[in-house]
């Protein structure tokens, strides 16, 4: 699974400004006395109370407000701040600038995994659902795929602008805008940058007026300063836990653990479980998604059987291992290791299957039963496995 990071609108703003989009002021607020000073501070008029969350739909929801005093952006704020958001609560607000909208656009450029390629998406209708756009007025989308080594060239930008439908005044103020988004795009190492709407106000300016941005985690050695965009306040803590241990995982919400090697072994081990449950009382469905990866050593299982022990929702953990890269014994010496930490904190341990298989698996499975670790059963087949973790957690 690729490391993505999604950044809140705010974020996204400051990265447009850093590298010359144009945007309007903005101020996060996190109480509706902030939200007042900030409305007071940016002095316009008008200010718009928007809540930050990384979902869309803020709009429909009430998560996005007019305001046109101090006051009233106090009160907008303290209407939207632990608002439910398709499932995520608003911490925060972001207090902007009003703007006069003439017209709203889109423009986002992402990555197009299946060409390995960059996609660069425009419309002259923004401020609307671009799925939606897209599959029941697919002609009014402009897509153009394009080469990392060719970039976002004056060409390319101006013809999309006029295949979209714009006159000559407006593609020579938009062709800059795209190329500076295309600089972010580039120059932070994202996967996506989106924005919607893009608007044209009253006086002709171009303004970025809603930011998406995600970025490749996995390009987090060129940016350190990118560790400071990641909200751990809004990160699971065992994610969090996970992520400090280098650990790719994923809470879930059932109550069987999963670890194995290598994402698609770990995705077939959730299918498995999961249809492995669908015949019990409570029905047991993962809990998680954890791979070790290739060449894990003792610790890294170690590590990983730690982080889901921690979850008080599992009840018990597959631990399905093919060995290639990763050695078998590796594995046992790991789940060894990690009874021992448990033992030593006075922590119980939960019902544990291993199913290994593989490189030294014979090696492991004798590892694992000299132990003769309390709760633990080695399964052969997978299916197996997976139907005894699911009754365990019954």
């Known amino acids: 699974m690729e490391a993505e990071v999604d950044l809140y609108e705010y974020q996204a703003r400051d990265l447009f400004e850093a590298h010359g989009v144009p945007t309007l ?12 000073e900030a409305a007071t501070k940016l002095g316009t008029p008008v200010v718009v109370v928007k809540a930050q969350i990384k979902t869309g739909g803020r709009g ?3 998560g996005v407000k007019l305001a046109h005093s101090p006051a009233e952006a ?3 704020a303290n209407e939207i701040l632990g608002l439910k958001i398709k499932g995520h609560t608003v911490r925060k607000v972001m207090v902007a600038e009003g703007a006069d909208i003439a017209e709203e656009y889109y423009f986002s450029i992402l990555l197009d995994r299946t060409k390995r390629r960059y996609l660069a998406m425009l419309s002259k209708e923004g401020g609307v659902e671009i799925e939606k756009l897209a599959e029941e007025r697919p002609d009014a989308l402009i897509k153009r795929s394009f080469s990392p080594l060719d970039g976002m060239t004056d060409t390319l930008a101006r013809d999309m602008a006029y295949e979209a439908g714009f006159d000559e005044g407006d593609v020579a103020k938009l062709v800059p805008v795209f190329k500076k988004l295309y600089t972010v795009y580039t120059e932070e190492d994202a996967t996506l940058v989106e924005v919607n709407p893009l608007v044209k106000t009253s006086s002709g300016e171009i303004i970025a007026l809603d930011g998406k941005v995600t970025l490749d985690d996995n390009a987090q050695f060129r940016h350190p300063e990118h560790r400071d965009l990641q909200d ?4 699971d803590p065992l994610e969090l836990k996970a992520q400090k241990m280098g650990l790719n995982y994923v809470k879930l919400d059932g109550s069987v653990g999963v670890i194995g090697n290598g994402a698609g072994l770990v995705m077939s081990t959730l299918d498995v479980v999961a249809y492995a449950g669908e015949d019990l009382a409570s029905q047991p469905k993962p809990a998680n998604f954890l791979d070790i990866g290739g060449g894990a050593n003792a610790e890294v299982m170690a590590n990983g059987l730690e982080v889901i022990l921690s979850d008080p929702q599992v009840k018990s953990v597959f631990v399905n291992v093919f060995g290639g890269i990763t050695a078998c014994d590796e594995v046992a010496k790991g789940i060894v290791q990690a009874y021992k930490i448990l033992d030593s904190e006075g922590i119980e341990p939960k019902p544990l299957v291993v199913r290994l298989d593989g490189n030294n698996a014979e090696l492991g499975r004798s590892i694992l039963n000299d132990a003769h670790l309390p709760k633990l059963e080695q399964v052969e087949t997978m299916d197996a496995a997976a139907r005894r973790a699911a009754e365990l957690a019954n």
């Not at 002021?25 to 007042?36: D, L, M, N, R, Y």
Request: proline residues 0%.
């Open 25 to 36: 002021k903005g101020i996060v607020a996190t109480s509706a006395v902030q939200a007042e």
């Open 60 to 62: 429909k929801a009430g």
């Open 74 to 76: 106090a009160e907008k």
């Open 232 to 235: 751990h306040g809004a990160t």
